[in-house]
């Protein structure tokens, strides 16, 4: 039984979980909102001004989300010259180094671009409104803040801390169904991948040309705590491929980076990334799959299939660990 502090101090969490869950599921539903109002905005030409990676000098590891794409454009609306650096609903988020550049890589200094302008206000302009940046993010802190603020009120309503009928908290039954949520997210991840791979083998395709195929080289920074020993450090190397690839559709030119839909692969031997980039280098015509609908969406090879079962792996990792962490506290907790 909870004394009278603990069961003040237990409601006003509450309280706080209550709000936090409320204001990041409002966030999150005017997101999606305003996503789908920005994909019927005016689509008027603007040209990017700047395009750069923004991270700090004290930069030590490429694993680390410290780094911002920096990306500006100009263009003309409502009879003024405006200028933005907005790219989709939300903002950029702080991201690593590597994925930075890849964005901003997209849209290089003097690219002429589709910018999507709100007709009511000129002044709110996106490049990519249908981008999905930090929906993935804002759901996972929904759910949390959801479970939290479920258990801390049941708390404050009980009295007392809930338990199972062999003194196992409820709250304990919490993690591994967070775990088992997160194996139906990788599945309907895996659905979704699929079915765009199988929606772009029908899309029109572009004459392209290989602007930059180069391997990249990661330096990973993994720290080891010791109880009786300092801190130890050490570097790992990490290396992807760097593809860049030029295609027109209509009066706009556009920059891919995409080979196919399963995900940049990442490899610890330079000699297999290098491999993966050598089946194009610069100068190379390729045949570009764009979406009509968003032209800026491309892939190279859209019925490739490499890579395409890490997300149903994913979600069998989380059936096992998440089920069997669930069965033994059913058995402890109820048995």
């Given at each position: ?12 969490a509450a309280g706080i979980a209550v ?40 930069h030590a590891s490429d694993d680390r ?271």
């Amino acid at each position: 039984m909870l004394n009278a502090q603990q069961l003040m101090w237990t409601q006003i969490a509450a309280g706080i979980a209550v709000l936090l869950f409320g204001l990041t599921l409002l966030n999150l539903v005017r997101m999606r909102g305003r996503m789908q109002a920005a994909r019927s905005w005016d689509r008027v030409e603007g040209i990017i001004t700047v395009s750069r990676v923004d991270q700090p000098a004290a930069h030590a590891s490429d694993d680390r989300n410290d780094a911002k794409p920096i990306i500006r454009y100009r263009y003309q609306a409502g009879g003024q010259e405006l200028e933005s650096d907005k790219i989709f609903v939300g903002g950029p988020a702080i991201t690593t180094r590597v994925l930075a550049a890849k964005l901003t890589g997209r849209y290089p200094v003097g690219a002429h671009v589709d910018v999507h302008v709100d007709p009511k206000q000129p002044t709110e302009a996106l490049l990519e409104p249908a981008a999905a940046q930090n929906v993935a993010a804002l759901v996972a802190f929904t759910m949390v803040f959801g479970v939290i603020a479920a258990t801390l009120t049941a708390h404050s309503f009980a009295g007392h801390v809930l338990y199972a009928d062999n003194g196992v908290p409820l709250f304990a039954f919490a993690l591994p169904i967070i775990v088992l949520v997160g194996g139906v997210f990788c599945v309907a991840e895996y659905v979704r991948t699929r079915r765009l791979a199988s929606a772009s083998l029908r899309w029109p395709t572009a004459s392209g040309r290989v602007t930059r195929c180069d391997v990249i080289e990661e330096i990973i920074e993994e720290k080891t705590d010791h109880d009786n020993r300092p801190t130890t450090s050490k570097l790992v190397h990490r290396y992807q491929v760097d593809l860049r690839y030029a295609y027109r559709v209509g009066k706009r030119d556009f920059i891919g980076t995409e080979v196919d839909w399963n995900g940049t692969m990442i490899s610890g031997l330079r000699e297999v990334a290098a491999e993966a980039a050598a089946k194009y280098r610069p100068g190379q015509s390729v045949k570009v799959y764009y979406d009509p609908d968003q032209p800026g969406q491309a892939v190279l090879e859209p019925a490739s299939r490499e890579g395409a079962l890490g997300p149903l792996i994913g979600a069998a990792v989380c059936a096992v660990v998440g089920g069997l962490f669930l069965t033994i506290l059913i058995k402890i907790g109820f048995a």
